[in-house]
């Protein structure tokens, strides 16, 4: 299976959503990297582009991180949706949906 790279400024949405998806639970760096290729069957999120972007959204407040341990015991942080993480989420959402329907305007005109 060929693996494709995220879309530009999508990750944040996908991250966000995945988290969502999590709640109540909270997910470290690696099941959110990995949920995303599972259910997307081709979008890998690097760790390069990861931990930078969760980064971002810990600093913006959209996203609360606890050290914790792994069942492999590793210690690793979890992250979980704030208030702010939904608001996000839902605006996120809505200009995603936007962007979509002109695309597809854009490439199904006659």
Known sequence: MSRDEIPPGTLHLL??????????GALHGFE????????SEVLQ??????????????IKGWIQGQWGVTADNRRARYYRLTAAGRKQLEAELVRYARVQTAIGKVIHAQ
């Open 45 to 58: 999120v690097e760790e390069g582009s990861l931990y930078p972007a969760l980064q971002r959204m810990l």
């Open 15 to 24: 991250i966000l959503k995945t988290l969502a998806r999590a709640e109540p």
């Open 32 to 39: 959110i990297a990995e949920a995303i290729l599972r259910l």
